[in-house]
């Protein structure tokens, strides 16, 4: 990434936060409130001048969200739908604050979160909605790897996959699903290509913002600019007795990787 480059990610960051220092705090939207905590763990994230704990302390915050919104009634939009405007849109963002939190809480090794996700979201029967229903079965398969029931998740993939991409459950290209399989199949090859794939297309949004001066929170889900998607393929395929590595030649995986090796702090317990 060129040094220009990087100075426009810095600029479109701290003109993030300063508009977020405008923006009402909203305690009792829990989508609203954890939107607003990724754009700031985003934009801070980017800055690398902040002190990194500044990022662990942001995290913590989004994680502690995270967990305000699963235990709200918000997500049972994903079983019967939204009547609010734009309600499709809505449930794009639900479901994609809801994966990315529970990524979070896995790279995190955060026990109890992850067992709070699958007792409110895994023990119902998948929705109807085909979106929520995709989103669920990704969360069921990383939820099965992250309780180390490689062969359960291996077994559930190798007879259920061609079903899931006739029904638009899955996308055989996808670089998280194609993560999770090798993990699954204990396929180390495939488990790099995916994390690399990652990298490269953290890359092309970082660059499509800075070239379009939009907002990074407008161009970026913010799982992308921390990396979480990344760092939970990463620990559980070392769960899986994987020997992974990464490049780090990246801003974005020089960043992450601090925080890899500082820990995120667990949170459950105090919420």
């Known amino acids: 990434m060129t040094l220009a480059l990087e100075s426009r990610l810095r600029v479109l960051a701290a003109r993030d936060l300063e508009l977020l220092g405008h923006e ?9 409130e954890l939107q607003r905590l990724e754009s700031e763990a985003r934009a801070v994230f980017l800055m690398e001048e902040r002190d990194i704990a500044e990022v ?3 995290l913590a915050s989004h994680l502690r969200a995270w967990l305000v919104l699963i235990r709200s009634n918000a997500p049972e939009a ?5 009547d609010r405007p734009q309600a499709g849109e809505y449930l794009m963002v639900l479901c994609d604050l ?13 026990n109890a979160a ?14 109807e909605i085909e979106l929520s229903a995709a989103t669920l079965i990704l969360a069921r398969q990383l939820c099965l790897l992250f309780g180390r029931e490689f062969e359960r998740a291996a077994d559930e993939l190798e007879s259920s996959w061609a079903d899931w991409i006739d029904a638009g459950f899955v996308h055989p290209r996808d670089d998280v699903w194609n993560g999770v399989r090798g993990i699954a199949n204990n396929d180390a090859e495939l488990v790099h290509a995916s994390l690399r794939a990652l990298s490269s297309n953290r890359f092309a949004a970082l660059r ?18 921390l990396q979480m998607d990344s760092r939970a393929l990463l620990g559980l395929a070392r769960a899986r007795g994987m020997e992974i590595s990464l490049e780090a030649e990246e801003l974005l995986t020089r960043r992450a990787a601090l925080l890899w090796r500082l820990g995120l702090r667990k949170v459950s317990d105090d919420s």
Request: without cysteine.
């Open 24 to 32: 009402p705090w909203a305690p009792d939207e829990p989508v609203a």
């Open 56 to 58: 662990q302390q942001l």
């Open 78 to 82: 994903l079983w019967s739908g939204s």
């Open 98 to 110: 809801l994966m990315g939190g529970l990524l979070e809480a896995i790279a995190a090794n955060d």
């Open 114 to 127: 992850v067992a709070e996700f699958h007792s409110r979201f895994l023990e119902r029967e998948l929705p």
């Open 208 to 225: 499509y913002a800075v070239e379009s001066g939009l907002m990074l929170r407008s161009t970026l889900p913010a799982r992308l600019a």
